[in-house]
């Protein structure tokens, strides 16, 4: 029930963060299993493996400019075009910085209790015009296509680990005001409250007015508005 519910407040804010690790597309979409023959992928996937793999591969980036992180922010964006979809105009960064794990709460990422040495990282915010329907785990099934209102964001924020050269946290915001801090624009808007849904579907959850920070193990999936 707690998770049903932490679900909810994050669509009725149309917030959604994701840790990497198995859940990030490049890992599902570069690796198959040693025994599982090319031509069992069908088509679609075989297209999307060739243009994620086109757009974005990882590397090490800790010896990298910030331009050059920069760089493959925008170039993982276009790469995961199901989840972030471009529906108008050109993407831009608007924001590159180191950060720490010990800088998370300050700016409204949560807690991660991370074991072992901590990996240089760097935060980039990304703006531009975004469908963020098909990353939100909750509408990626059978009744997304009844949904009269798409998910949508204009901020993608990602704290990219620099060794491993991909994203270790993202997160979207529709209006820009969860990145109030990060952008140091006290102009932008509040996020949205609620989402209307379909007739006959549960009414969203109001979000939390300030909910406490989560502490949770690195590599899970976290959240705070």
Do not use: C, H, W
Not at 188 to 193: G, I, R, V
């Amino acid at each position: 029930m707690k998770r049903l519910l932490a679900i909810f407040a994050l669509l009725s804010t149309g917030l959604s963060v994701v840790v990497a690790g198995s859940l990030f597309l490049e890992r599902a979409l570069t690796q198959s299993q040693p025994d599982q023959p090319n031509n069992s992928f069908s088509p679609e996937r075989l297209e999307k493996i060739k243009r994620f793999s086109s757009l974005f591969q990882a590397r090490s980036l800790t010896n990298a400019s910030p331009q050059e992180v920069q760089q493959a922010a925008i170039n993982y964006t276009l790469a995961n075009s199901s989840e972030f979809t471009v529906r108008s105009g050109a993407i831009k960064t608007v924001f590159t910085r180191p950060i720490t794990f010990a800088e998370f709460p300050s700016i409204g990422l949560g807690e991660v209790n991370f074991i072992g040495e901590e990996p240089p990282m760097m935060l980039v915010v990304v703006k531009g015009d975004f469908d963020t329907t098909d990353f939100v785990p909750s509408f990626s099934n059978e009744s997304q296509p009844t949904l009269k209102e798409r998910i949508k964001a204009k901020y993608i924020a990602y704290v990219f680990d620099l060794r491993a050269g991909r994203p270790t946290l993202t997160t979207t915001a529709l209006t820009g005001g969860y990145f109030r801090k990060v952008l140091n624009d006290s102009s932008l808007p509040d996020e949205p409250k609620l989402i209307k849904p379909e007739p006959g579907m549960p009414e969203a959850v109001p979000a939390l007015s300030n909910p406490p920070a989560k502490k949770l193990p690195y590599g899970s999936i976290i959240s705070d508005k």
